[in-house]
């Protein structure tokens, strides 16, 4: 993967705007996307999120919506009237949102949700050709998190060529999963962090690299909290995901915890980190000296459209250790989604989603209180009391079943059943951010937004029974929540 990004910097060149980018967290964006993509209007890489608006503004402009079906006509549509929005250049924009919730779902999904009891956000904008800002204040009264005053999904950037280089605190989503991401997604806080994207997503022109097609590269130095088993320590995130022919996506991802308080922390301790030379046991390795904790793997989506059935594939596959140079040790999700439209008016989306965060999660002997932890970095693969990683923490088997509806207004409706088996190793784990026993869980939320003259409301309740193994009792738990954003 470092050859990779040599030769990405060297050859990757052209002209960007700077910023914005879109963000995590909306369903029914994200759902449009991913139909303008299928259908081959959009022509780069789209599962490494935030994603920058210009690819995406380059497709849509050169879109002829004529011999488009209706479906995607309307995809085409709403994406363009956001974008017409969201990418005013030189003129300062502002946006704010209020939200409430009672009891705040506890495996965080795509999805934007309120993270606390009360949500207040004030944010101000602005674009041009190379410089870009999205500065946003929050208070939230939350159970987790005694940090009320925040400043996540804010950024400074600039772009050089065709890189974006910027302060960030937005959320991130790596890979094609609607419910969870194994590595990297919205569940916890945004981590502080500097990052480095690629803007445009064009293929390679060297014969020897073209096949790839278009492809994207993210690179990411983040801060952790200084409240952990070693305070302070450092994150480290990069993926290469490519588009090798339109109905195949690919990606690469890998992620450390190493540096902070008492660690090794200098540049041959990230140069052994970044060869997998971390291993205690490998050459000159040991405890003292150990560069960090690492995750990698590898993720995609195939949307062969056998029969014109618009349905795809996809899956990830995260490795906890490393063996022989590759990832070992492996968590797994895998899923089925398919899109239509209805009664004319509603276009829609359908997914199936498995996830297994046990080490080894496909053998007979899978390993428990393996995956998201370490011995060093005893907080383990966590951010201010949640995972990193999927939502479900680790030793989860979980089945996720989704729906989102969306109209030529862009009113919405979102379902989401979950069932499965939490924390499922048995024996008492207190770094489990949701449960320190195993527990059978079963959930359903609904939602719904409409749009008005005066901003957006966002309404949506839920149910969850609980079964604790270890006690034998049960807890039947309601939930709801109500946001209001607008944007000027």
């Given amino acids: 993967m470092l050859r990779i990004i040599a030769i990405a910097l060297i050859l990757g060149t052209s002209t960007a705007l700077a910023g914005p980018n879109i963000a995590t967290g909306d369903l029914a964006l994200r759902h449009d996307i991913q139909r303008l993509a299928d259908h081959g209007v959009i022509k780069g890489t789209i599962t490494t999120w935030p994603l920058a608006w210009g690819p995406i503004l380059d497709d849509i402009d050169n879109a002829d919506a004529t011999d488009l079906p209706p479906a995607v006509v309307d995809a085409l549509v709403r994406i363009r009237q956001r974008a017409n929005w969201e990418t005013r250049t030189q003129e300062l924009t502002f946006n704010t949102e209020v ?22 956000s004030a944010g101000i904008s602005w674009i041009d050709n190379w410089f870009s800002a999205d500065i946003n204040v929050q208070y939230v009264d939350s159970d987790q998190d005694d940090e009320d005053g925040r400043i996540d999904n804010s950024m400074i950037g600039v772009v050089a060529g065709n890189w974006s280089i910027a302060a960030s605190t937005e959320e991130r989503w790596w890979g094609p999963g609607w419910d969870g991401s194994l590595i990297l997604s919205n569940n916890a806080r945004p981590i502080p962090s500097l990052t480095i994207d690629r803007v445009f997503t064009d293929a390679f022109e060297s014969k020897w690299l073209s096949w790839l097609g ?137 997914y199936v989603e498995v996830a297994a965060t046990s080490c080894d999660f496909s053998k007979s002997n899978e390993l428990f209180n393996c995956a998201y932890n370490h011995g060093i970095y005893q907080t383990g693969y966590r951010f201010r009391s949640r995972s990193i990683g999927h939502g479900a923490d680790n030793d989860a088997k979980l089945i996720s079943a989704g729906l989102i509806a969306v109209d030529a207004e862009d009113t919405q409706w979102r379902a989401l059943l979950r069932s499965g088996k939490l924390n499922d190793g048995g024996s008492p784990d207190a770094r489990h951010t949701l449960t320190a026993t195993p527990q059978d869980v079963t959930s359903i939320d609904l939602s719904h937004s409409r749009a008005f003259s005066f901003g957006v409301v966002d309404i949506g309740v839920g149910y969850e029974r609980i079964d604790d193994v270890a006690s034998g009792g049960s807890v039947n738990e309601a939930r709801g929540y109500l946001q209001w954003r607008s944007s000027y």
């Fill in 99 to 120: 939200g409430f919730a009672d009891n705040a779902t506890r495996i965080r999904s795509y999805q934007d949700t309120p993270r606390g009891r009360a949500e207040v």
């Fill in 214 to 350: 278009p492809w994207d590269l993210s690179v990411m130095f983040g801060q952790l909290e200084k409240e952990r088993a070693v305070p302070d320590a450092q994150f480290f995130g990069m993926r290469f995901n490519f588009r090798p022919i339109p109905s195949l996506e690919i990606g690469l991802s890998r992620t450390a915890q190493w540096c902070g308080d008492d660690r090794p922390c200098d540049f041959d301790t990230f140069v052994d980190l970044l060869l997998g030379k971390d291993n205690i046991g490998d050459a000159g390795i040991g405890e003292e000296n150990e560069p960090g904790n690492q995750l990698a793997g590898i993720d995609f989506r195939w949307a062969p459209g056998f029969f014109d059935v618009p349905v795809a594939l996809y899956g990830q596959f995260i490795g906890e250790d490393e063996a022989g140079g590759f990832p070992s040790r492996y968590l797994g999700q895998l899923g089925l989604e398919g899109s239509g439209y209805a009664m004319d008016r509603w276009s829609f989306r359908w």
